[in-house]
T-cell receptor, first 115, second 113 residues
Framework: NAGVTQTPKFRVLKTGQSMTLLCAQDMNHEYMYWYRQDPGMGLRLIHYSVGEGTTAKGEVPDGYNVSRLKKQNFLLGLESAAPSQTSVYFC??????????????FGQGTRLTVV | AQKVTQAQTEISVVEKEDVTLDCVYETRDTTYYLFWYKQPPSGELVFLIRRNSFDEQNEISGRYSWNFQKSTSSFNFTITASQVVDSAVYFCALRSNFNKFYFGSGTKLNVKP
């Protein structure tokens, strides 16, 4: 049972480069999320999706885009990376809140460094 | 507004001491869910417990216990007889009506042998 899988696990980018982080879940979850984790700031929501074909902004969306073309995949794109985007990125997924097991299931994280 | 506050940035204890991690939340929702996650030095996020807003019963699981009090909007986590393996960052989280998860800034627990 793979759960939530993120690729890649590590990446170093130069300022201005672009990249896409891939998140895949095999639990048939409706909801998917992208968070970034910075020291002392907990996890901050970048974008999220409540279903295939839908996306919405979180609290720190600037500089990122997302797409959810398939229910099981949620992509996070950086069009022009900046050093301020150096962070650890976590993808998560969950069932609808009215179902059991309402917690978020997390991927292993992607450590991104922008130089 | 939804908000989770973990005022304790870092706590250090000696092994076998008891330690309580505080979590205070804000929400106007009448139905909500609270969670605790553990992030060990390896970096993954491990789910520990969920609690819904209608269930104020305290819960005990081995050395772990949770105290949920709606009157003070708190969901505190106690580790009894701490061990070195408990060293980690612990996050409290709130799930709102709109299905977003709000996380506190985390409490780093250092358990020294």
């Amino acid at each position: 049972n793979a759960g939530v899988t993120q690729t890649p696990k590590f990446r170093v980018l130069k300022t201005g480069q672009s990249m896409t982080l891939l998140c895949a879940q095999d639990m048939n979850h409706e909801y998917m999320y992208w968070y970034r984790q910075d020291p002392g700031m907990g996890l901050r929501l970048i974008h999220y999706s409540v279903g295939e074909g839908t996306t919405a902004k979180g609290e720190v969306p600037d500089g990122y885009n997302v797409s959810r073309l398939k229910k099981q995949n949620f992509l996070l794109g950086l069009e022009s990376a900046a050093p301020s985007q150096t962070s650890v990125y976590f993808c998560a997924s969950s069932y609808h809140r009215h179902l059991m097991n309402t917690e978020a299931f997390f991927g292993q994280g992607t450590r991104l460094t922008v130089v | 507004a939804q908000k989770v506050t973990q005022a304790q940035t870092e706590i250090s204890v000696v092994e076998k001491e008891d330690v309580t991690l505080d979590c205070v939340y804000e929400t106007r929702d009448t139905t909500y869910y609270l969670f605790w996650y553990k992030q060990p030095p390896s970096g993954e996020l491990v789910f520990l417990i969920r609690r819904n807003s209608f269930d104020e019963q305290n819960e005990i699981s081995g050395r772990y216990s949770w105290n949920f009090q709606k009157s003070t909007s708190s969901f505190n986590f106690t580790i009894t007889a701490s061990q070195v393996v408990d060293s980690a960052v612990y996050f409290c989280a709130l799930r709102s009506n709109f299905n977003k998860f709000y996380f506190g800034s985390g409490t780093k627990l250092n358990v020294k042998p």
